[in-house]
């Protein structure tokens, strides 16, 4: 697949059932060229839970994630 360009919404959770939104829907470019992956960058943040939501993509009518990793 070229290059698409994915909105995604980052949530966070402290307990599982209540989330905030820590990086409001947002277009990442997604390029085969840079290895299709991209960085959500967090300043400190106490969560324990996260959530990925993609609301568009260009390249697919649907979300496209393969893998989703988190570091603190």
């Given at each position: 697949m070229g290059t698409r360009t994915q909105t995604l919404t980052l949530s966070g959770s402290?307990?599982?059932?209540?989330?905030?939104?820590?990086?409001?829907?947002?277009?990442?470019?997604?390029?085969?060229?840079?290895?299709?992956?991209?960085?959500?960058?967090?300043?400190?943040?106490?969560?324990?839970?996260?959530?990925?939501?993609c609301t568009g993509n260009t390249g697919w009518p649907a979300g496209q994630i393969a893998r989703f990793e988190a570091y603190s």
């Open positions: 402290t307990d599982g059932s209540t989330f905030d939104t820590l990086v409001p829907a947002t277009d990442y470019v997604f390029d085969l060229a840079r290895g299709n992956s991209v960085t959500i960058t967090l300043s400190g943040s106490p969560h324990r839970f996260l959530r990925l939501t």
